[in-house]
């Protein structure tokens, strides 16, 4: 499975972007069945973790940090998980990476263990 993720790029605090994760041209897999995280990480930090939606019940989860600005949600007919973020902070810079759990049609997991296959990421910058 390959993962692509766009939408980064470079925000002031407070503005907004939307960040898209797909699966590749060349696989063409179908996302729906597997559990997908959005995870991030900042230069000279580990990589942590963001929010997760599961497939079959598609019940998201959210770390405290980003709780009440970040949404996740999916498009299984466009194939695709998107992360809304609004009300974006500096501390919110890093790069963001999307990640697919090969443990089928389940809820999802905020652990980074449980993922197995990752996007190359997407740059998010935040500031003024």
């Known amino acids: 499975l390959q993962l692509v993720e766009s939408g980064g790029g470079l925000v002031q605090p407070g503005g907004s972007l939307r960040l898209s994760c797909t699966t590749s041209?060349?696989?063409?897999?179908?996302?729906?069945?597997?559990?997908v995280g959005w995870f991030r990480q900042a230069p000279g930090k580990e990589r942590e973790r963001v929010s997760c939606?599961?497939?079959?019940?598609?019940?998201?989860r959210y770390v405290d940090s980003v709780k009440g600005r970040f949404t996740i949600s999916r498009d299984n007919a466009n194939n695709t998980v998107y992360l809304e973020m609004n009300s974006l902070e500096p501390d919110d810079t890093g790069v963001y990476y999307c990640?697919?759990?090969?443990?089928?049609?389940?809820?999802?997991?905020?652990?980074?263990?449980?993922?197995?296959?990752w996007g190359q990421g997407t740059q998010v910058t935040v500031s003024s």
């Open positions: 990640a697919a759990d090969r443990k089928l049609y389940r809820l999802c997991q905020l652990t980074i263990e449980d993922y197995d296959y």
């Open positions: 041209r060349t696989s063409r897999n179908n996302l729906e069945p597997y559990p």
């Open positions: 939606i599961g497939s079959s019940m598609p019940v998201p």
